[in-house]
């Protein structure tokens, strides 16, 4: 019998830049192929992400074993790399995320499936 690796929750946030918001949503509209297959390989499901009032909202699941190494294998792809060279100029990370993170990690505080 196969171990089964439990789903694991993320919720994430930053700030979008007020000037650029439209063309991020119309950006988000039509996420290139190359980008959504690497999402998909990196185990991440159910990736949403939300606005309001110039606040950014990502949800997503993950379903892997190793995120740390999927998340590099996900830095490492061109395409990728080359999406958020055009998103980050549109986003404004908050200035106390974790060294290393763009989008701030937030802490799940209730969950009911």
Known sequence: MKHKIPVRRFGMVLRVR???F???KRQHAAVWPAVLERIT???IANYSIY???GWLFSYFEYSGD???ADMR???ADVATRRWWSIMEPMQD??????P???WARMEEVFHHD
Do not use: C, I, Q
Request: proline share 11%.
């Open 22 to 24: 439209e063309e991020y």
């Open 18 to 20: 007020p000037e650029k």
């Open 73 to 75: 294998l996900m830095a």
């Open 93 to 98: 990370p908050l200035p106390s995320r974790e």
């Open 66 to 68: 190793d995120f740390d």
């Open 41 to 43: 390989a990196s185990k």
């Open 51 to 53: 606005h309001r009032e």
């Open 100 to 102: 290393g993170e763009w």
